[in-house]
T-cell receptor, first 115, second 115 residues
Framework: GAGVSQTPSNKVTEKGKYVELRCDPISGHTALYWYRQSLGQGPEFLIYFQGTGAADDSGLPNDRFFAVRPEGSVSTLKIQRTERGDSAVYLC?????????????FGPGTRLTVL | KQEVTQIPAALSVPEGENLVLNCSFTDSAIYNLQWFRQDPGKGLTSLLLIQSSQREQTSGRLNASLDKSSGRSTLYIAASQPGDSATYLCAVRSGSGGGADGLTFGKGTHLIIQP
């Protein structure tokens, strides 16, 4: 596709359930990032992939959060035992390479609501 | 740890005025600085990216400057229009590891242009 796409656009779940959020990066982009944006805040970094491997997962808040990118393209962010505090917009971005100077392009986000 | 601050948090001006949004960051060792626009309920649209070796970038009515040594950037919007109403986010890409491979964002400036 022409840009970064994310599915679903909205997800409503109940406390304690498991959710998966999907990100399709721009074709050919080797680096992929996940961010979380709470209401009234700027996005916060969660995890960064170079190819298939997680190069930096220091932003994941706890072990309920996990992300994979098995073939170096599509990535899935997985959240176990969801809590109301996980409600936020989850943003994905990709860049052509992983140099510090490469531009990150953002998807439209998935709005997660935990009831 | 890199911190980004944006001032003011909110701004309301009449149509046609020129305006300046401010961004400051605590660690001057950055690769680049990026300004984004975010409309309500939407993802991020990149406006301008300034590499650490550059002083400014221009796109149409927008001009962004970077003073890396003092940890400051400004976004200048000329001849503002109601369609410019949005939240403007500043973000920096710092060094490696510890979440610095992702972007560090400010909380944004909520801009309203009155018709």
């Amino acid at each position: 596709g022409a840009g970064v796409s994310q599915t679903p656009s909205n997800k409503v779940t109940e406390k304690g359930k498991y959710v998966e959020l999907r990100c399709d990066p721009i074709s050919g982009h080797t680096a992929l990032y996940w961010y979380r944006q709470s209401l009234g805040q700027g996005p916060e970094f969660l995890i960064y992939f170079q190819g298939t491997g997680a190069a930096d997962d220091s932003g994941l808040p706890n072990d309920r959060f996990f992300a994979v990118r098995p073939e170096g393209s599509v990535s899935t962010l997985k959240i176990q035992r969801t809590e109301r505090g996980d409600s936020a917009v989850y943003l994905c971005a990709s860049s052509k390479g992983w140099r510090g100077t490469d531009t990150q392009y953002f998807g439209p986000g998935t709005r997660l609501t935990v009831l | 740890k890199q911190e980004v601050t944006q001032i003011p948090a909110a701004l309301s001006v009449p149509e046609g005025e020129n305006l300046v949004l401010n961004c400051s960051f605590t660690d001057s060792a950055i690769y680049n600085l990026q300004w984004f626009r975010q409309d309500p309920g939407k993802g991020l649209t990149s406006l301008l990216l300034i590499q650490s070796s550059q002083r400014e970038q221009t796109s149409g009515r927008l001009n962004a400057s970077l003073d890396k040594s003092s940890g400051r950037s400004t976004l200048y919007i000329a001849a503002s229009q109601p369609g410019d109403s949005a939240t403007y986010l500043c973000a920096v890409r710092s060094g490696s590891g510890g979440g610095a491979d992702g972007l560090t964002f400010g909380k944004g400036t909520h801009l309203i242009i009155q018709p």
